[in-house]
């Protein structure tokens, strides 16, 4: 046996639980605080099974600006490389809720200084705070905390990676109507092996909390395992399976209520094929029983989907279409989110040092009780649509404007909203 390549398909193999779809644990309403973009893509962990929602339809803020370049860095002694990042954002909001039914206009700044730091060949950390200042009194300043720790090593025939990430926020969300504080830890250990020359081997174990500021929400803790396995039939042409299962439990986030004890069983099966030399298409799907050990609640069994079609026509142009299905706790107490969703997009280079990138799409988020007898029902259905238009500056520099229209109909009263935002985000990094 050799070592694992972590290449195209190793890397896109199925991973069970954190390949059933992507669930989120802060919904974020599409008009708020950007994600920092770090000076080199550093291995994120998969999001939690934990509290979730429908899925986002883009990052909260500018995306990270096409063709942003990581060059040397002067700042290194002996095997430590330090990295520092910043960026700046201003965007005017429209529709921005405070409360379910209450909608406001705000100027939102935005500044993210931080720092990515690799530490000899194995470990990286990257820590970036947020802050950001609204012109509206309804909303009110704060600061935010990202923080990953990665780790990647090899012995004999066995390659492993770490990660762990903290992340502190009280950004506005889709599922409570208004700014929402809440803290997110996620901790990610895989193994891998080849075996022989067209199989591996994949085994992983997770662990995420989520903890939630707020009248009726609750917090979550999930404890999740999955073993999963890929064969290569040639060289574009790949199928992997994988089982994985997990126990969650959550409570009222002020402690005063009880909540659900949950655990739940997955199989789920992938396709990757590189269908041409510019159109690759990946295809996983599967289902989910889920058991409520604490209620007089039926077991749920839910279809699972994450697909992703990618197309480069010619260099400069890139088209994608995306699709998700997956099951999460919501925010709310006692209660889950089966959330559906379906995005595309281009990435189009002008010129020489212009990238325009339009995104669209519809998520569906169906929330169901884990009380017999409890009340459910509410079901939101989202559209978005984004544009943006990057460049870079001074090599290390790069400048973003945008715009994005985004509306949310639900049948529970005052969590529909329309919003528009339009901004300028700069980033510098080493």
Known sequence: MKCLNIGFFQRLSVVGLATAGLPLFALCQPVLVPAPVPPAPVPAASAPEGQGGEPS??????AAIPGQSRLSSPFQYGPVVFRPHASYSVEYDQGLQSQPGQSHNTWLQTVSPGAWTQLGRIWSLDYTPTLAFYSDPYFKDTLGHAVSLN???????WTYAFAQSAMLSSDS???TARQTEQQNYATRLNAGCQLGSKDSLQLGVAQDFGFVSGTGLQNSRTWSGSSGCTHQWDPAFATGLSLGGGYSVTEASSGQAPGT????????GQILWRVVEKLNLSLGGGGEIRQFLDSSQDSLISPLLSASITYQPVKPTTLFVAASRSVNASLYQNQLIEATLISGGVNQQLLERLTLSLSGGYSHGNYLSTQAGSPGGRQDDHGFFRAGLSTRFFKRGSAMVYCAI???ASNANGYGYNTTQSGLQLSYAY
């Open 57 to 62: 339809p883009s990052v909260s803020g500018p």
């Open 151 to 157: 780790g990647n090593t090899a012995y004999e025939d």
């Open 173 to 175: 969300n889709v599922q």
């Open 261 to 268: 004890e949950m655990s739940y069983e997955q199989l789920n």
């Open 406 to 408: 985004s509306q949310n």
